[in-house]
């Protein structure tokens, strides 16, 4: 910049004008230091911020416009034509005219989308390439910057096409990508830019507590394959002890040689494979073939050898499509999570989305199942929530079934004693009560208020996230209770069908008491209120006629069942003959054949602090989290595509929203930065 090198001055040019970006200050006052730029891409923002740092100050945008202050010298450019990003162009470009007249495109974007539109002679093409090749090892995401001058006639004659196809009524995005192509041709290079984009906090920790959890992470991102590797890295999904499965050649017979090549290594006889120590990564160009019918399959099959999958340079549609590959093949359940416009139809596609909310936006939070603020709380999210989930809802399931099994296989045996005559042994009101009123809040407290872990232990240990993986609670027959009754004696049925009734109610309770590993207040009150509300009913519905007309046969029922002895002597019998299978079976479970979680269920109990139980279950944990042995960085020096990659490497991932119902080209033509706002006063 000091020696006034015009290509230097170019550049920052560039980044100053080059972007949909709003300048917003209080006062009209353009040599004031507090501008404050509004963007909807944070990478735009940055690049500006980084011009103005060094003093070429974006300061004022009206509708046809933008004027940038260099070393206190304002320059204004005519704004002709704002040709947007988008994640299929990997590209932005504005067409302006300055104040001596000449007409510029100047554009930024990926290297891969600007080096093939490149003059045959472009100055800095091999240093610049290194360099964005350094950048991205150490992680950075970069863009490309390049102009090109065009001619009056040939502008004007391109402006016609322009406008003739952003009016079309059918294939107009078509139409207008194909014109866009046409003038983005010839650029001269001037430089690129590097922006880091560091990780939230705890990233890696949470993606080893999936991997322990057994669950198979997928990085799928926009970056370049050097920049791609090294988040590998810096998130543990990648360590030294992995050997790295590349796929990143552009033509067909090459990706076929190299996915074979990968199949051959993953399938020999050595301890890597035991182990699933393969790291897959693939970029875009690559997966274009391997997403076809021919190669699905094996792809697929390749990506289950790998302990996790790194996919760059891929756009939204295969981000999508990597997830319907994974649900076509398999019956795991998906989920998806990103943070940008990009991850929507990635979100969309997996059986849960979930969006984070951030800088780049919220559509994908708003199209997502469930939202975050930030990428850790996918921790609790799963390992607490969804194990306490997956538990609640599996004893509520199994439940429901028993206490209906319960009460309506009565009925079955009743019809063998009455030849199958129609009638039943309950009374009407009984029964239509029985699911709204007296087992109705045995399992809403096991629903609402059941875990079998505290929320400290499932993050501790997430390794026992993998029991509820393998659905064991759901691999259990419900066994039907028999009731026997008979002492010689002529009775009303109506005693018999009460007494049952009363049996039944108390063996589903007792069964939802058995159930229950965290016993609270409303725990206590679903299930004894619960039979008292049946007790409390029964003697109410005895009394009712004739003065309400209802439940004539019910008349004195209390007094004939409570004066039963054995009435009281099945209430007592039933219940524990019906429960002991489930009681001894528990007991024998507890005894010999704990399971880890009920281990720790245990040392809860017992008051044993986490330390002793983690000390217990170190060898499963370490394995889990072994992702966090670091490595010193190991620079590749050859740019040459392998099959097998080695361990080292980082990019661009230009995180600028699309497709928004209102355009950015809207945004910048309707902006007046050097009009008063309104006060709201």
């Not at 290297?111 to 390439?129: G, N, W």
């Not at 340079?313 to 990103?338: C, H, Y």
């Not at 399992?443 to 390794?463: D, I, Q, T």
């Amino acid at each position: 910049l000091a020696e006034g090198d015009r290509d230097v001055d170019w550049f920052f040019t560039i980044l100053a004008v080059c972007h949909t970006v709003i300048p917003e200050y209080v006062d009209v006052d353009i040599d004031r230091d507090d501008i404050r730029y509004q963007a909807t891409s944070p990478d735009e923002r940055a690049l500006v911020m980084a011009a103005k740092s060094l003093g070429y100050v974006f300061c004022e945008r009206e509708p046809d416009s933008v004027t940038i202050c260099v070393n206190g010298k304002k320059h204004q450019f005519k704004l002709l034509h704002v040709i947007e990003f988008t994640s299929d162009r990997k590209r932005m470009s504005v067409i302006v005219e300055d104040e001596n007249g000449k007409i510029f495109l100047m554009v930024k974007g990926a290297d891969t989308v600007i080096y093939e539109r490149l003059v045959e002679d472009a100055l800095f093409k091999e240093e610049t390439l290194n360099h964005m090749d350094e950048f991205a090892k150490i992680g950075l995401r970069t863009l490309c910057i390049a102009f090109r001058r065009l001619d009056r006639a040939y502008y004007e004659k391109w402006a016609k096409r322009y406008y003739q196809r952003s009016i079309a009524v059918a294939n107009r995005a078509e139409l207008v990508d194909e014109v866009c192509e046409e003038i983005e041709q010839s650029l001269q290079l001037v430089g690129a830019t590097a922006i880091e984009d560091k990780l939230q906090d705890d990233v890696p920790q949470t993606i080893a507590n999936m991997l322990a959890a057994g669950i198979s992470v997928w990085l799928l991102t926009g970056d370049k394959q050097e920049t791609a590797v090294n988040i590998g890295f810096s998130c543990q999904l990648i360590t030294s002890g992995h050997i790295q499965l590349v796929i990143n050649a552009s033509d067909m017979n090459r990706v076929e040689e190299q996915l074979n090549h990968c199949i051959t290594e993953v399938t020999k006889p050595t301890e890597a494979i035991s182990r699933r120590e393969f790291v897959l990564i693939v970029t875009g160009k690559a997966l274009e073939k391997l997403l076809t019918a021919k190669h699905q399959k094996s792809f697929f099959e390749l990506t289950q050898a790998s302990s996790s999958v790194i996919c760059c340079r891929v756009s939204p549609w295969q981000k999508a499509e990597m997830v319907r590959l994974v649900r076509a093949f398999t019956n795991d359940i998906t989920l998806a999570i990103g943070d940008g416009a990009n991850d929507v139809g990635m979100i969309q596609a997996a059986h849960i989305g979930i969006g984070i909310y951030g800088v780049e936006g919220r559509q994908a939070a708003c199209s997502s199942d469930y939202a975050i603020a930030q990428f850790r709380f996918l921790n609790k999210l799963i390992l607490v929530h969804g194990a306490w989930s997956f538990n609640r809802i599996t004893k509520v399931i199994l439940y429901s079934f028993y206490k209906n099994i319960c009460l309506y296989v009565i009925q079955f045996w009743f019809g063998m004693v009455s030849g199958f005559s129609g009638q039943i042994i309950f009374d009407r009101w009984s029964m239509a009560l029985y699911n709204v009123a007296f087992s109705a809040a045995p399992p809403l407290a096991l629903g609402l208020f059941e875990r079998n872990m505290s929320a400290k232990n499932c993050l501790r240990l997430p390794v026992l996230y993998k029991e509820t993986q393998r659905t064991t609670m759901f691999d259990k027959v419900v066994n039907t209770s028999y009731v026997v009754y008979g002492n010689g004696q002529i009775s009303s049925y109506l005693v018999l069908g009460n007494t049952v009734y009363t049996c039944a109610v108390l063996t589903v309770c007792l069964k939802a008491g058995l159930e229950h590993t965290a016993w609270t207040l409303f725990s206590h009150f679903a299930i004894w209120g619960s039979m008292a509300l049946w007790f409390l009913f029964l003697i109410v519905y005895s009394h009712l006629y004739p003065t309400f007309p209802i439940g004539p046969e019910m008349v004195a029922m209390d007094t004939a069942c409570f004066r039963s002895a054995v009435f009281w002597l099945l209430l007592i019998v039933v219940p524990v003959i019906a429960l002991t299978r489930d009681f001894v079976w528990k007991v024998l479970r507890r005894t010999y054949s704990l399971t880890m979680r009920e281990q720790v269920m245990i040392f809860e109990q017992n008051g044993v602090e986490p330390e002793r139980f983690l000390q217990l279950f170190k060898p499963h944990i370490t394995r889990g989290l072994r992702l966090f042995r670091h490595r010193p960085f190991v620079p590749v020096t050859s740019t040459e595509a392998t099959t097998i990659g080695q361990p080292g490497d980082h990019g661009y991932a230009f995180s600028q929203e699309e497709y928004g119902r209102v355009t950015q080209t809207d945004i910048v033509r309707a902006y007046h930065s050097t009009e008063a706002k309104p006060t709201g006063d």
